[in-house]
Structures are given as structure tokens and as C-alpha cells.
């Protein structure tokens, strides 16, 4: 009797020892990972700000944009095969994320100094650690690469937003944000890059616009760039890349008035597959095709009427219509965060610097004698003002003025069709400039 006692109690003992080594691994499995994000993650994550803070300053339901950010961090974390997240402490920390980042950069808009610690003060003095001590790697991902008159008028239009991205497609790219420290090394090529297929036709510039309309994997789009770049070698290797994604966006645009919001999301995203032999004036890896949009969105912006565009003033002629859609690609890239990409050897820009030349755009636009760079103009100011950080009033005047100025060309326009298109940006502007001034 006294040794079967002593059985069972050898077995309870075990029994709850076990029971607590379990406890400990599913704590463990649930605890969130490190705050040190991949490439990968840093883009998925830093796409959705631009949605994030607009549900945060709208007057939508309570509670709408942490909703928002905690689906994101259900998609998050199963894109990269995280742990599950049993008790939510991840998601907390990826809203967390959303949050003071929405408010970093909203103070620095408005030239707040950033707030005090809380911590107490002698943790404060602490002296930063030497050289020697390790700092934590960043979170291990499983990746999977399978993923893929005479009388003025007056404006009557109905709002409606033709440069909001496609709901079933998000971009990936951040957008005008300032970028965290773990960026700087993210953006760089990835130390060991996912395996390639091989490409065994030959890649020509039509076979890459059917590749961006049939939105096919990133990795095999980026096999197909570089299959493309290395039998057609230039300093300007991703010149003719670009030249298919504009066919593919205009094409689209023409049969549903699909945004370029998806596209460049698309071809931004099989650039982070690229390794160094992909070199677009003299940039290489996942930052070439960053800068080699950025040089052609620069290029695009200035109108250059060519004889036909002379004999055939109307919004069909291919000139006009080319650079009206650069525009739009313009405004999309702004969204998107395709300046916010810096070069070789730099994180990227913040939030101001990366706005510049785009500013610039719509100021110099609405001054210019065609009306085809009005439509331009306002194309961009549109995408402007609806990531425009919400509380700047310095910023909030400009754009009034620019609008104002605007209607006032607007008022001047002979062909009504080039008149639509600025009456419908008008409208939408006046909106969300009233929403980010709420």
C-alpha cells in the first residue's frame, strides 16, 4: 500500500511537471517576437500607415483604425508563418507599431519636440552600451516566395476617387513616412536571395506587360526582369522594364480606370527579389528599381509639346494623353511611397524630403500655358493632399492657395474633356483636405 501511494504520487508529480513544461513552451510560443523587423515585414508593415492614419483622423465608428491595425497584424502574421498569437500580445505590439508611428511623424509635421520619458532618471543617464555587446538579430521568417462660357461655372461634379489603390490589391511600399534605423540594412540586398527560376524564352518588353497585367508571382516577375536586363545591358537597364509597366497601366486604364496604386505595388515588389546585377544609374539590388521610377516620374513631369501634339491639340493625341497618365502614375507613387526610397548608402527620406519635387510639380503646373499640365498639376496636388499629415496648417494654406488657383484655371478651359478631369481632382481634393483639417 505504502509503495503504490508512492507510485501515484511519482506520477503526479510527473503529471504536473510536464503540464508546466508545456505552460512554459506555449508561453514562450506566444510571446512576441523581437521588435527588429525583416525586409519583408518592414514593407508589408509600412504599407498600410497611409490607411491607418486616415481611419484615425476620419470621424468613423470608435475604435475603427485599431481594428484596422490588428487585422493587419492577423495577415501579418500569417504571411510570415509567426507563431500563433494566443493571447494577442503581437497584435498589441503591431498596433502599438501603427500608432506611435502615425504620432512620430505627425509631430514632426507640426514641430513638436518629442516627448519626454517616462522612465525614471537614473535610467535615463545610462551610459549606451560599447561596441562589444550583441544586439538582437532580427525575427527569423520561413519565407514563402509563392505569394505572391462667357459666365464663370461652377464645380457640380460628383466626387469621385479615381486614385485610391484597389481594394484587393495593397501596396506594399511605405509610404511617406520617415523610415526606422532597421531600415537602412533592409533595403539592402538580401545576403542570401531567394532561388530564381529560370526563365527559357526570351523576355521582350511585350512579354513583360502581359506579365504585369496577368499579376503573376514577384520572384518569377523579377527573374523575368533580370532575364530581360541581361541580354539587353545599359547603364539605364530597367528603362525598357518601365516602358512595359506604363503599357500595362495605360491599357487598364483605358478598359476599367483601374489606379497605377496596384502596378507599382507590383513592380515594386519584385524589386525587393533583386540581387546586385540589376544596376540603374549606378544604383543596384532591391534600390534600383525604386530610383529608376523615381527618374522617369522626374523626366515625365515636364511637359514637352512635339509637333503633333501642336497640329493636334485634344486630349487623344498620344502625347497628351502619355503625359496625363504619368501623372496619374505620379500620384500613385506618392501613395505608394516610391520617394521615400533614397540611394546607394542612404535610408531613404522622411516624411518633408521625400514630398519636394512633387510640391514643386504642382506649384510650377497651374502656371504653366497648356491646359494639359494644369490636368497634370492637379493630379499630383490630389494624391498631396490626401497624405498630407494631419494638424500642419502651414502645409493645409498652401494647398487652399494651389486649389484656389487651380479653379481659377479651370474656369479658363476650352475642351471639356481635360475640364472633367480637373473638376472631378478639384472635388476630391476640397474632401480630403477637409478631413485632414478635421
Not at 512576441?32 to 491607418?52: D, G, H, I, M
Not at 537614473?122 to 562589444?132: A, F, H
Request: hydrophobic content about 35%; proline content about 8%; some cysteine.
Amino acid at each position: 500500500m505504502v509503495e503504490r501511494r508512492k507510485l501515484c504520487k511519482s506520477r503526479g508529480h510527473q503529471a504536473t511537471t510536464m503540464q508546466s513544461v508545456q505552460t512554459r513552451q506555449a508561453t514562450r510560443q506566444s510571446r512576441p517576437p523581437p521588435r527588429a523587423y525583416t525586409e519583408q515585414q518592414l514593407v508589408f508593415l509600412r504599407s498600410y500607415l497611409p490607411e491607418f492614419e486616415r481611419r484615425t483622423n476620419s470621424n468613423g465608428p470608435r475604435g475603427d483604425a485599431k481594428k484596422f491595425a490588428l487585422e493587419c497584424a492577423a495577415e501579418f502574421i500569417t504571411r510570415f508563418s509567426l507563431p500563433d498569437d494566443v493571447d494577442g500580445k503581437y497584435k498589441e505590439q503591431l498596433y502599438n507599431w501603427f500608432k506611435n508611428t502615425v504620432g512620430r511623424n505627425r509631430r514632426r509635421a507640426e514641430g513638436k519636440p518629442k516627448p519626454a520619458s517616462k522612465r525614471p532618471a537614473e535610467k535615463e543617464s545610462r551610459p549606451w552600451p560599447d561596441s562589444s555587446v550583441s544586439l538582437p538579430a532580427p525575427l527569423p521568417v520561413d519565407r514563402d516566395y509563392s505569394h505572391p462660357s462667357t459666365s464663370s461655372p461652377t464645380l457640380t461634379s460628383t466626387y469621385s476617387d479615381n486614385l485610391t489603390p484597389s481594394p484587393t490589391v495593397a501596396a506594399r511600399i511605405p509610404m511617406q513616412y520617415s523610415l526606422p534605423s532597421t531600415l537602412a540594412n533592409a533595403l539592402q540586398p538580401s545576403p542570401s536571395p531567394p532561388p530564381i527560376p529560370l526563365i527559357m524564352t526570351p523576355v521582350t518588353v511585350t512579354s513583360l506587360r502581359d506579365s504585369f497585367l496577368a499579376n503573376i508571382d514577384a520572384p518569377v516577375l523579377a527573374s523575368q526582369i533580370e532575364a530581360f536586363v541581361a541580354s539587353n545591358s545599359s547603364p539605364l537597364c530597367l528603362k525598357s522594364v518601365l516602358s512595359a509597366l506604363f503599357q500595362a497601366i495605360s491599357t487598364e486604364w483605358e478598359k476599367k480606370n483601374t489606379p497605377a496604386n496596384p502596378f507599382l505595388t507590383r513592380y515594386l515588389e519584385a524589386c525587393t527579389y533583386f540581387t546586385t546585377k540589376i544596376v540603374h544609374a549606378g544604383v543596384s539590388g532591391p534600390l534600383a528599381g525604386a530610383r529608376a521610377l523615381q527618374m522617369q516620374i522626374r523626366k515625365s513631369a515636364k511637359w514637352i509639346p512635339t509637333s503633333s501634339a501642336n497640329l493636334r491639340p485634344n486630349l487623344s493625341s498620344a502625347p497628351r494623353k502619355d503625359h496625363i497618365q504619368w501623372a496619374r502614375i505620379h500620384a500613385a507613387a506618392i501613395q505608394v511611397g516610391v520617394f521615400t526610397f533614397g540611394v546607394n548608402g542612404t535610408p531613404g527620406y522622411d516624411y518633408r524630403e521625400a514630398r519636394i519635387f512633387s510640391n514643386l510639380v504642382a506649384q510650377d503646373a497651374v502656371w504653366e500655358e497648356d491646359e494639359v499640365e494644369w490636368v497634370a498639376g492637379i493630379l499630383v496636388l490630389q494624391s498631396l493632399v490626401r497624405t498630407s499629415m494631419r494638424g500642419d496648417m502651414e502645409q493645409r494654406r498652401v494647398y487652399e492657395d494651389l486649389l484656389q488657383n487651380y479653379e481659377e484655371r479651370w474656369k479658363e478651359m476650352k475642351d471639356e474633356a481635360r475640364q472633367a478631369l480637373v473638376t472631378e481632382a478639384l472635388l476630391a481634393a476640397r474632401a480630403d483636405l477637409a478631413r485632414t483639417g478635421s
